[in-house]
Each structure stands twice: as structure tokens, then as C-alpha cells.
Nanobody
Framework: QVQLVESGGGLVQAGGSLRLSCAASRSIFGINTKAWYRQAPGKQRELVAQVTAGRSTIYADSVKGRFTISGDNAQNTVYLQMNDLKPEDTAVYYC??????????????WGQGTQVTVSP
């Protein structure tokens, strides 16, 4: 069973930076999208950033200009560089790797989540 393992979360003051990593336990084939989601207490899980196999990216409006998603295909890892963190960024961050086209989503893998806490 393939596992995605996130790391890099923690406690940081507002204005600080963190870099999240998501590594697969082994090579995964049939993936065309790698993404980061987050879920704050009492809120729905939301998309933070995603990168496709064609290297196009999407960011939530709330993180544009502050967060950057990148991937290292050789190490089967995806990163989320988070700068100028704000208390409202506090959440559990999850990585998700999957394949999607206009018809369906398959090969859908999620990590266990890593806590990011930003103090005022």
C-alpha cells in the first residue's frame, strides 16, 4: 500500500515561514496532479495549491503570492513553501496525489496530515 507522508509542520510566529514536504513511500504511477489541502477547526477542507504533470499551478486566493508548490520527481516528493504566514493559515495540511480527467478521479492518495500553527 502506497503511503504519502507529510513533514515540516509546526508552530511559527506570524510573518514566519515553513516548508512542508510530502513524500511517497514508493514510486506511484498514473498520477497527474499533486496538491496540498488544509482544514482548520470547524471548517471544510480546502484546496491550497496544486501542480499538474504539465506543471501548471493553481493557488487559493488567500495564499497567492505567499505560498509556492513545487515537486521533485526524482525524489517523488512535493513541497509547499509557505512565507509570510498568518494566524488564519493555522490548519492541518494534507497532501493529495491523484489522476483526473474530465470524467473521473482515480489513484487518489492522501497523506495523514501535518499541523501548522501560526501565532499572532
Amino acid at each position: 500500500q502506497v503511503q504519502l507522508v507529510e513533514s515540516g509542520g509546526g508552530l511559527v510566529q506570524a510573518g514566519g515561514s515553513l516548508r512542508l514536504s510530502c513524500a511517497a513511500s514508493r514510486s506511484i504511477f498514473g498520477i497527474n496532479t499533486k496538491a496540498w489541502y488544509r482544514q482548520a477547526p470547524g471548517k471544510q477542507r480546502e484546496l491550497v495549491a496544486q501542480v499538474t504533470a504539465g506543471r501548471s499551478t493553481i493557488y487559493a486566493d488567500s495564499v497567492k503570492g505567499r505560498f509556492t508548490i513545487s515537486g521533485d520527481n526524482a525524489q517523488n516528493t512535493v513541497y509547499l513553501q509557505m512565507n509570510d504566514l498568518k494566524p488564519e493559515d493555522t490548519a492541518v495540511y494534507y497532501c493529495r496525489w491523484y489522476y483526473s480527467d474530465s470524467r473521473y478521479v482515480t489513484n487518489d492518495y492522501w497523506g495523514q496530515g501535518t499541523q501548522v500553527t501560526v501565532s499572532p
